[in-house]
């Protein structure tokens, strides 16, 4: 299990730190956030076409499972078979702006949707990409209703997971300042943990990581996410075939009526030895 970030994913700055009346200079650390932008090329060998699809404000680190699991989400892609590879885009000039632009190279027999990758996505670290269709339409995108059935999780298992994935987060110990999503099995071992500025960035860094190892579908995964269930995150979790997904915090309405549709099962205020079951129940107990 890799859970190590880079250094670049945190910075060092001189703040006066003020305890009760006294105040002194102190060194704190800070948890890196610098754009991605994110390329494909596709097309036939000879006759291949670049495009921008998105620019994402990201913690820096595991960037080629966040594109990768950015365009599974997005439906860019259906597996790893589609994917020829993914590098730093060796055409931008500077070195700093190199480690910022990477370039998902796509199969040839892969035609992506022109009039979706001319949509030029730019997401935020906190809201992820803006402007979402219906659930019906990410239906149409391909994303299957979850099987019934198949995992199941105890109570138990949900209470010990915030705890369990917050010994884990090594960066946020340091800057106090970043999500995690993680993946568990019905036990409740860790599998797999990223952290990210941004909720989505986590959460697609984990998608993109299990997608590039061949993992994918996670059917038998129980995902954790720091702060709130958005429809994003939802939406994100069920095109992984992920059953179960918890959050610390609350869900929006959006994704109580996503995850109903999906077959999924969200839970929600997951915190001191409490939390509630929105959707599909029968898998917890």
């Known amino acids: 299990m890799q859970t190590l970030l880079p250094p670049t994913s945190y910075e060092y700055a ?51 499972e966040l594109a990768a699991g950015f365009l599974l989400t997005e439906g860019l892609l259906t597996g790893p078979q589609d994917l020829q590879g993914i590098l730093y885009c060796p055409d931008v000039s500077k070195d700093e702006e190199r480690e910022n632009v990477v370039r998902a190279e796509l199969a040839p027999n892969v035609q992506p949707d022109l009039p979706r990758l001319e949509r030029h996505f730019y997401t935020s670290s906190s809201c992820g990409v803006c402007g979402k269709t219906s659930i019906a339409a990410v239906h149409a995108a391909g994303c299957p209703r979850l099987p019934a059935g198949g995992l199941q999780v105890p109570i138990a298992v949900i209470h010990a997971l915030p705890e369990r994935q917050r010994q884990a987060q090594e960066l946020f110990e340091q800057t106090g300042g970043l999500h995690a999503a993680a993946l568990f099995s ?29 993992q994918l579908p996670l059917h038998q995964a129980v995902l954790l996410v720091s702060g709130r269930a958005s ?20 869900p929006s309405s959006l994704a109580v009526s996503a995850a109903h549709d999906f077959g999924l099962t969200l839970c929600g205020f997951v915190r001191q030895q409490r939390f509630n079951i929105y959707t599909h129940p029968e898998r917890i107990g």
């Open 14 to 64: 001189t703040v006066q730190q003020v305890r009760g009346a006294t105040v002194q200079p102190a060194t704190d650390v800070l948890a890196a956030e610098e754009p991605l932008e994110i390329r494909v090329g596709f097309g036939p060998l000879g006759q291949r076409e670049y495009r921008t699809l998105a620019i994402t404000m990201r913690t820096p680190g595991h960037d080629f």
């Open 186 to 214: 019905a036990s409740g071992e860790l599998l797999l943990l990223r952290e990210d500025v941004g909720r989505h960035n986590a959460l697609d860094k984990v998608i993109g990581a299990a997608l590039l190892a061949g």
């Open 231 to 250: 429809f994003e995150l939802v939406q994100k979790a069920a095109v992984a075939g992920i059953p179960v997904m918890a959050a610390v915090g609350a």
